[in-house]
């Protein structure tokens, strides 16, 4: 248990990555590796704005000194990240929908042996 204390969120965040990883590499299912690509994405978007945090920090606001003021910049482009990312699990699953429908299946493997004949 001691080893799980000394865990922090954003070593969790790059367990996490890693476990979309290898489910992206190891699943046979379209779907589910449309899943992992998704879970992969939410654990950088996760991890990005954890290692920005300042403990204090307040929105960038008028009347805020600039001392206690949080950076937009990593803020903005994460809120970018997440558009992106379910701009991409929308296409995949778009992609997932017509070849489902032209060749009768999930299975990369068998997906595979029909395209190529």
Known sequence: MAFLEQLSISDLTVALFFLGLYGA????NIIKTIMSIGIM???AITFIMLSNYQPGARPPIAGVPGAQMADPVPQA????AIV???SVIAMCLAMF???AYR???AD???LIRRLDK
């Open 84 to 86: 992106i990312g379910v």
């Open 108 to 110: 990369w493997n068998i």
């Open 103 to 105: 060749y009768g299946t």
């Open 77 to 80: 482009l994460m809120i970018t």
């Open 41 to 43: 994405d939410i654990a």
């Open 25 to 28: 590499m190891s699943q046979r």
């Open 97 to 99: 929908m017509r070849v």
